[in-house]
């Protein structure tokens, strides 16, 4: 089982990559599973059609100590399983003490014994790395991490913060960076500008995904591209992306 954190800045596309490529490894023949850390549970909604799914902490609200799996978590758009760790009432509580209570739980109901996932996949709020948000850096949660960005500034300083601490826990033995995922918004010389942040932080640019409006069609409709138009080129970069992530080779 690989265990993956996809990082990244609020609102640089991370949760719509995260999908995307979940999708692709599920036609590609993979179990997939995806776990979204934001409060604002958003991160599994094209896989699931839309439908908002009971997040960890609402559930774990309603029921205490009788949560099941079958509670928190969804078979969504080929098979992948889905599960969102939700967050506290807002203005009361810590969202990333939210996510330690949804790990924690997924962990106690054995949740990757009884599913038998082949990767999962953390989709991980990037503004800050502190408390539950650093869970899959420094708890050994997550063994790789990948960061989607842009060429906008504040972009870029999130993944060098989220770059800073992966080097922080190196030593431990826990995640390792992997490279970023260029998501293009059109910033000029972005390619350049990206792959030389790539450098400094000593890990390189793995894909570019260029600006399409394909992600917004299929996004109305609450589908992935990958489902929604599966024969458009932006697919064909997710399932590249996918490849690349895999190891470079589809399954069977």
């Known amino acids: 089982m690989r265990k993956i954190a996809i990082y990244g800045k609020g609102g640089i596309g991370k949760s719509t990559t995260t999908a995307n490529v979940s999708a692709a490894l599920a036609r590609q023949g993979y179990r997939v599973m995806q776990i979204g ?15 908002e799914i009971p997040t960890i902490l609402d559930v774990q609200r309603e029921k205490k100590n009788g949560v099941r799996l079958e509670d928190i978590v969804f078979t969504g758009f080929g098979g992948v399983l889905c599960a969102e760790s939700g967050g506290p009432t807002p203005g009361v509580g810590c969202a990333g003490r939210g996510i330690i209570a949804a790990f924690e739980t997924l ?5 990757f014994e009884v ?4 990767i999962v996949f953390y989709d991980v709020l990037g503004d800050v790395v502190c408390g539950g948000f650093a869970m899959p850096l420094r708890k050994g949660y997550a063994e790789e991490i990948y960061i989607v960005t842009s ?12 770059a800073r601490a992966v080097e922080q826990f ?3 033995g826990y995640a ?12 000029p010389n972005e390619a350049a500008l990206v792959k030389a942040a790539a450098e400094e932080m000593g890990t390189r640019v793995i894909i570019e995904i260029p600006r399409d ?7 109305e409709r609450n589908v992935t591209v ?19 992530i895999a190891g470079g080779r589809t399954k069977g």
């Open 37 to 51: 850390c934001d409060p604002k549970a958003d991160s599994t909604r094209t896989l699931m059609g839309g439908r």
């Open 107 to 111: 962990e106690f109901l054995k949740a």
């Open 115 to 118: 599913y038998r996932p082949d």
């Open 170 to 172: 190196k030593g431990r």
């Open 226 to 244: 990958v489902e929604g138009a599966p024969d458009s080129p932006l697919a064909g970069i997710y399932h590249r992306l996918a490849e690349i």
């Open 151 to 162: 060429g906008e500034k504040m972009s870029l300083f999130a993944a060098r913060n989220i």
């Open 213 to 219: 409006s394909t992600v917004q069609l299929c996004e």
């Open 176 to 187: 390792r960076l992997k490279g970023l995922i260029l998501n293009a918004r059109g910033v």
